[in-house]
């Protein structure tokens, strides 16, 4: 099982943007499963028209207002569930959205819970498969990454090469020009652009 140690809450309570860099390598666990994160992006909550909190607290959105280090868990699409770390200061709604991650460790549980991945480096790419490789719903919407049973550890590799784009799938005018979207060049389980644009 992967070592290492667990992420404190002051290391996400910080600019979702800085958060998001850093968390390029940590793992995320779940009991034997587990995966190094490899692309994440940064919502800024109201200044930011990409985020989900841009007009205010509302049922769905309100774990997004903190306290830091929990998870935001949210459906799209009438189908997918994607999970979101929690950052900033409370009532701020920063959250930094986890797009890939790398399977490291309980393969065989994400293929059994992903059975359509043709590939492991399909298993975790994108945030609707993270989810379901981890089996993440709703009913862990506000859970504390502090605590668990979902964490996010330091286990001491090198940090990656880390490189910046603009985020994925967002609107014209809805905060499409940000370049707050992280991610590892060259990992096959990066979920969107592996180019660095403009």
Not at 19 to 46: N, P
Not at 139 to 167: K, M
Request: proline share 6%.
């Amino acid at each position: 099982m992967t070592r290492g140690r667990t992420l404190p809450r002051s290391f996400y309570a910080r600019d979702p943007r800085a958060v998001a860099r850093d968390l390029l390598g940590k793992v995320l666990q779940r009991g034997s499963v587990a995966a190094r994160i490899v692309e994440v992006e940064a919502y800024l909550g109201g200044r930011d028209p990409g985020s989900h909190a841009f007009r205010g607290r509302t049922a769905r959105n309100a774990t997004m207002f903190g306290p830091a280090g929990h998870l935001y868990v949210y459906f799209t699409y009438g189908m997918h569930w994607c999970a979101n770390v929690v950052c900033s200061v409370e009532g701020d709604a920063g959250a930094v959205l986890l797009r890939g991650a790398a399977p490291v460790e309980g393969l065989a549980t994400m293929r059994r819970r992903r059975p359509a991945a043709r590939r492991d480096a399909d298993l975790c790419s994108g945030p609707a498969r993270i989810c379901a490789a981890f089996a993440i719903t709703g009913t862990h919407d506000g859970i504390d990454l502090t605590t668990g049973p979902i964490r996010i550890r330091s286990d001491g590799g090198a940090t990656p090469v880390r490189r910046v784009s603009t985020r994925v799938g967002l609107s014209e005018g809805r905060g499409d020009h940000h370049r707050w979207r992280w991610y590892v060049p060259g990992d096959p389980n990066v979920s969107g652009p592996k180019v660095r644009k403009g």
